[in-house]
């Protein structure tokens, strides 16, 4: 016990439970430790100034204090009830405007006040009010990072909503600072984006466009910046006809765009004679073609010179020979023109002799332009058997 309580330098606080010594009995020196805790204390500092407590310094709580304002205190009989939180004293530190925190103290937390709310004069002569101390520096974003409370309504801008009377007569609603800058002339005046009374006329067609004040002086100013915009029918010379804007229409008749009708016709080919759906265009074209057509749709015949390509048509197509075979073929234009070329690919009537080499069909073998198998005037028979390049005849 000796040991125990001369140690301390500052303070002592003995934790325990004291019915177990009166119920088992006191030991002399602990008694007489006990005499004493039930007095106020005595002082054997040298230092007058030293605070001592001057009650019984026994008993079922625990004085505790808050650790920044030390003559806060409260006492506890519990462990849970050993944290802060009971000082209610205002904090003291000092935010950047220059006023203290305010709030309850929080320490050891350091969030202090974020939103000051110490009222000043607003220095708008317009709109005098009280103001808190954070919305003037909200009101101040100009305001160097230093400025304080004194010092920031030199940077002050009200926020108050005055209306402003703009040119073309209406009306529109800004901040006070604002309309104290366009009469100063160092902010210009607003363009008005309020529906015009008097609309946009197209100096051309005459039609009327809905805009705004904004626009009207624009389009006024520079009419090219506008294009009108209304639906319009044109008829071409096919007699399509067909919506467009207003603005591509003049175009159009002013000769500055070409116009391409994209209606599809039904129509029949001058050449072979069939009948499809194409372009517009196409079958203005096909109007003003000329050549020799098919005498019968899907009939050519070998040795007949045809009119040019006419359109690409991949419908089945019979062709006569003059030995008069006939081969089916899809129409295009190389079937056409195959027949009259001076070399083209053919496959060949070769005759196959068992008797002598001087057997008629020897003979006229290789005079046959046919893909067919054919009989010569011997009787011999004749097969296929490849490919060869040969003259056409005459």
Same mark, same amino acid.
């Given at each position: ?82 944290? +802060?939180?009971? #000082? %209610? ?7 950047? /405007? $220059? =006023?203290?925190? @305010?709030?309850? *103290? !929080? ?117 090219? +910046?506008?294009? #009108? %915009? ?7 010379? /096919? $007699? =399509?006809?067909? @919506?467009?804007? *207003? !603005? ?147």
């Amino acid at each position: 016990m000796v040991v125990l309580l001369s140690r301390a330098r500052l303070g002592l606080y003995v934790l325990g439970n004291i019915g177990y010594f009166e119920n088992n009995g006191v030991p002399k020196h602990w008694g007489a430790t006990f005499e004493k805790l039930q007095l106020p204390a005595e002082s054997d500092s040298t230092d007058s100034s030293t605070e001592l407590l001057p009650c019984p310094r026994t008993g079922s709580e625990l004085p505790i204090c808050c650790p920044v304002h030390r003559d806060v205190r409260t006492s506890v009989s519990s462990a849970n009830l050993l944290k +802060l939180g009971f #000082c %209610k004293e205002p904090c003291q530190h000092v935010l950047r /405007c $220059g =006023h203290v925190c @305010s709030l309850s *103290c !929080h320490w050891p937390k350091k969030q202090h006040n974020t939103s000051c709310t110490m009222q000043l004069d607003s220095p708008c002569q317009r709109h005098p009010a009280k103001i808190s101390c954070s919305k003037a520096f909200g009101c101040a974003k100009s305001a160097p990072a230093s400025t304080n409370y004194t010092q920031v309504m030199s940077f002050f801008q009200c926020p108050n909503q005055v209306p402003i009377i703009l040119p073309c007569s209406h009306s529109i609603q800004r901040p006070c600072y604002v309309d104290k800058q366009i009469v100063d002339g160092s902010l210009p005046m607003p363009n008005c984006q309020k529906p015009s009374p008097t609309p946009y006329v197209f100096s051309a067609c005459r039609h009327e466009l809905s805009v705004t004040c904004k626009e009207l002086e624009e389009y006024s100013a520079d009419p090219q +910046l506008v294009n #009108c %915009k209304k639906d319009e029918t044109y008829e071409p010379a /096919c $007699g =399509h006809s067909v @919506s467009m804007t *207003c !603005h591509r229409k003049s175009k159009i008749l002013a000769g500055e765009e070409l116009y391409l009708c994209d209606q599809n016709v039904q129509v029949t080919l001058p050449r072979c004679g069939h009948s499809r759906k194409v372009a517009c265009p196409d079958a203005q074209k096909m109007a003003s073609w000329s050549g020799r057509a098919c005498t019968e749709v899907g009939k050519v015949e070998e040795g007949v010179t045809y009119g040019e390509q006419d359109f690409v048509c991949n419908k089945i197509v019979t062709i006569h020979r003059k030995c008069g075979h006939k081969l089916v073929r899809k129409r295009s234009n190389p079937t056409y023109n195959m027949l009259l070329r001076k070399r083209f690919l053919l496959t060949l009537h070769v005759a196959v002799l068992s008797c002598c080499r001087k057997c008629p069909a020897t003979k006229r073998s290789r005079d046959a332009i046919c893909f067919m198998r054919a009989e010569r005037e011997s009787s011999h028979s004749i097969r296929l058997v490849g490919t060869s390049f040969i003259s056409p005849v005459n």
